[in-house]
């Protein structure tokens, strides 16, 4: 049980575009779902979190107009990368969590190349 | 501000010894405290998780202790294996109204043959 999806799992798109990448929690409800993103070598960093039905919580730095997340369904939250540039080249993984302050399960990210 | 760190940063051991690895943080108060395990290029694999008002946990080759008081905790491996070959990554959740995780720096593991 609680498995976590992320579809896709790899993409590039060029620069300027924007990029939808989707978390799914297969056999659970997730209430809070969170987005970290990992660059080369380094560790995981909180974007921002989500509970559903509430507009999410950016960390400090993160531009909540750029990144854009959608939490609509207790089983489905989206990340959008607006107007890609290649600084936001990265590896970008959610995790979901149920209710409760529990464990939080992660999903295997997505390798997003702008170029 | 909680920050988390590992060390060593990298590790190479020979196969078959048991090893240890350090995860320090600043700010005593956590929820909880997590391990992880990311094969290159991957998503995180949970190894264990201790809530704060446990010492330790243990599962199969693996045990991982936790000292809040001391901001420690460490991971320990029995019997290593080239299929530990791996980035060991330690979170604590700093509890409040979400539990946010915030991740150590990590510690590249490589065992060899």
């Known amino acids: 049980g609680a498995v976590v999806s992320q579809h896709p799992s790899r993409v590039i798109c060029k620069s300027g575009t924007s990029v939808k990448i989707e978390c799914r929690s297969l056999d659970f409800q997730a209430t809070t779902m969170f987005w970290y993103r990992q660059f080369p070598k380094q560790s995981l960093m909180l974007m921002a979190t989500s509970n559903e039905g509430s507009k999410a919580t950016y960390e400090q730095g993160v531009e909540k107009d750029k990144f854009l997340i959608n939490h609509a369904s207790l089983t489905l939250s989206t990340l959008t990368v607006t107007s890609a540039h290649p600084e936001d080249s990265s590896f970008y993984i959610c995790s979901a969590r149920g209710g409760g302050m529990g464990e939080q399960y992660f999903g295997p990210g997505t390798r997003l190349t702008v170029t | 501000k909680q920050e988390v760190t590992q060390i060593p940063a990298a590790l190479s051991v020979p196969e078959g010894e048991n090893l240890v690895l350090n995860c320090s943080f600043t700010?005593?108060?956590?929820?909880?405290l997590q391990w992880f395990r990311q094969d290159h290029g991957k998503g995180l694999t949970s190894l264990l998780l201790i809530q704060s008002s446990q010492r330790e946990q243990t599962s199969g080759r693996l045990n991982a202790s936790l000292d809040k008081s001391s901001g420690r905790s460490t991971l320990y491996i029995a019997a290593s294996q080239p299929g530990d070959s791996a980035t060991y990554l330690c979170a604590v959740g700093i509890g409040g109204a979400t539990n946010k995780l915030i991740f150590g720096t990590g510690t590249l593991l490589a065992v060899q043959p």
């Open positions: 700010d005593s108060a956590i929820y909880n």
